[in-house]
Nanobody, 117 residues
């Protein structure tokens, strides 16, 4: 079972990044049935939900990223994306993807996003 996140990096304020999270393993053979989410955790802060997309395609966003971030998924590629535009220094954090189905939640490793002012 693996969720591999990538796409993080260092960017100036106002810039953009696109995160990807690829699911692999037999448990994700029905990737389309999972609700997917992107979370982030800044140093000294709790992990927070940034954006989610349900198995049916419904999306939801934290107020702090509405209008700037877009979550999407490609079930054929077993991948969820997070397009981040208009990045701010306060977006600096480790970003994690998560897959949820029923009571089961699976986490990927984090990818670091650093936004300089």
């Amino acid at each position: 079972v693996q969720l591999q996140a990538s796409g993080g990096g260092l960017v100036q304020a106002g810039g953009s990044l696109r995160l990807s999270c690829v699911a692999s393993g037999s448990i994700f053979s029905t990737f389309s049935s999972y609700d997917m989410g992107w979370y982030r955790q800044a140093p000294g802060k709790q992990r927070e939900l940034v954006a989610s997309i349900s198995s049916g395609g419904r999306t939801d966003y934290a107020d702090s990223v509405k209008g700037r971030f877009t979550i999407s998924r490609n079930n054929g590629k077993k991948t969820v994306y997070l397009q981040m535009n208009g990045l701010k220094p306060e977006d600096t954090a480790a970003y994690y993807c998560a897959a949820k189905r029923g009571l089961n939640v699976y986490w990927g490793q984090g990818t670091q996003v650093t936004v300089s002012s």
